[in-house]
């Protein structure tokens, strides 16, 4: 190699009296040296995010490019082993909350000296579960790291009938109410940078306090936190307490920022006959209650024809109970559609409850973005939400609850009080008597109490 080349400055190289043959091959050389300098850059690990819900503990790591790794437990005590094959930690995580999650702490270190480990200590056992998501408008490259809580056990799969009644007394119409998105799926956002988990977030909690107030109603919240639930996840924990009803909030965007109004979803026939087809593919699912009745002892027809049936008339419901949403929402502000819309989203595709989402308004919108914002305009659409479900409830009350059984009477017997019926009915001592005409709180044995229906 010709001596006057002294160093190397960069991958753009002078050679002086050289020889073609030699100025060839050194090039070759030369660029086969970047190439493989370059394949050989560690990645880095730029910043580490955590959300933590009542279930598991979400950690993404954004990472410059896509990095080989593994996920392993260590006991004695409880830990997670993240390796990451080349790569370096630019600057140590800050503001982790641990508080809340099965982590306790952090800690990382350099290992064969190209590669990165990195330890979570935990407070329990958990089952890790680690993905690469390729990089979207929001965000690069990432590696999510799932930690599900093995102390955290599903809620028992019991008939509606059970749910929050006493012995012989109706039960409440059960309301499951799903804040879309959260945790790092932020959903859409709008010109100010506000973000469509935190709004719908703030309207369910505001739906939620209303529907409790509500006489033969319970809400559920599916998500109670920012932190990210699947979209089946969601779906089965409305299942899993048997609701009566599922409401799924969210906020609209468009590339065109004039778009504006609210829109209610249900689940297409398209959408109904693609999950259908899940269903009975699925062994586990043939133990799954579909209107009361077990899929597990009858044959391949008739599963088909008995999860036809119940989703037609789970459709026909969610198509009911949104118009009336729908019209409640007409009340206060712009629809974007003034006829209630159906489409394929995962979220509404249980085959057993009927199931709205609810599109709050454009977010993506200036005017409305500001509207959604706040907190009077976000109590007009829990109201008028709440409005919908209870006009719809008040002609389809499901049977068996407090809703249908206007007109109900009980019978006084021996030891029983004013204030004890109450409870069990969960009505006011006060619409009791006036209800019944009484001037105080005494009973007789054997008087006939009619129970009203607030």
């Known amino acids: 190699m010709c001596s006057d080349v002294r160093k190397i400055e960069s991958t753009t190289m002078l050679f002086s009296g050289c020889k073609p043959g030699w100025t060839v091959f050194t090039l070759f050389l030369l660029s086969m040296a970047v190439m493989l300098s370059a394949g050989a850059q560690a990645a880095t690990v730029d910043d580490v995010r955590m959300w933590a819900g009542p279930e598991s503990t979400r950690l ?152 409790k107030k509500e006489p033969g109603m319970r809400p559920v919240m599916i998500r109670t936190g920012d932190y990210y639930l699947g979209l089946r996840k969601r779906m089965q924990k409305a299942r899993e307490m048997r609701a009566d009803l599922f409401i799924s909030i969210h906020a609209d965007a468009f590339r065109n920022e004039r778009a504006s109004g609210s829109s209610v979803y249900v689940l297409s026939q398209n ?56 019209r409640e929402l007409g009340g206060i502000g712009k629809l974007h559609k003034k006829r209630v819309e159906q489409a394929g989203f995962a979220v509404l595709k249980s085959p057993d409850i009927p199931s709205i989402l609810v599109e709050t308004g454009y977010i993506s919108n200036k005017r409305e973005e500001r509207k959604l914002r706040d907190k009077a305009y976000q109590r007009k659409l829990a109201v008028a939400i709440r409005n919908g479900v209870r006009r719809y409830f008040a002609q389809n009350a499901p049977p068996g609850t407090r809703l249908a059984m206007g007109g109900q009477k009980h019978v006084i017997r021996r030891g029983e009080t004013l204030s004890g019926i109450a409870q069990r009915y969960r009505v006011t001592q006060v619409a009791l008597r006036n209800v019944n005409s009484l001037s105080n709180n005494r009973l007789k044995i054997g008087q006939v109490l009619r129970i009203p229906v607030l």
């Open 271 to 326: 959408g109904a006959t693609s999950e259908a087809a899940q269903w009975l593919a699925k062994s586990e699912n043939n133990a799954d209650l579909i209107g009361g009745v077990s899929l597990d002892d009858k044959d391949d027809l008739l599963r088909s024809v008995l999860l036809d049936l119940s989703q037609n008339a789970t459709i026909a419901a969610s198509l009911d109970v949104g118009s009336s949403v729908l």
């Open 60 to 211: 993404v790591f954004d990472i410059s490019d896509p990095v080989e790794h593994s996920v392993f437990m260590l006991r004695s005590p409880n830990r997670v082993v993240i390796d990451l094959k080349n790569a370096r930690l630019r600057q140590a995580p800050r503001g982790l909350d641990f508080s809340k999650s099965v982590v306790s702490k952090l800690r990382s270190a350099r290992r064969n000296h190209n590669d990165l480990r990195m330890v979570l200590d935990l407070k329990s056992k958990v089952r890790p579960k680690s993905f690469l998501l390729k990089p979207t408008k929001q965000y690069g490259h990432r590696l999510v790291i799932d930690l599900s809580d093995t102390r955290v056990k599903s809620v028992p799969r019991v008939a509606r009938d059970s749910i929050n009644s006493s012995k012989g007394a109706p039960r409440d119409v059960i309301i499951a109410i799903d804040a879309g998105h959260g945790g790092d799926d932020p959903g859409a956002s709008g010109p100010r940078g506000t973000r469509e988990k935190h709004v719908v977030l703030a309207i369910a909690r505001q739906l939620e306090r209303l529907i």
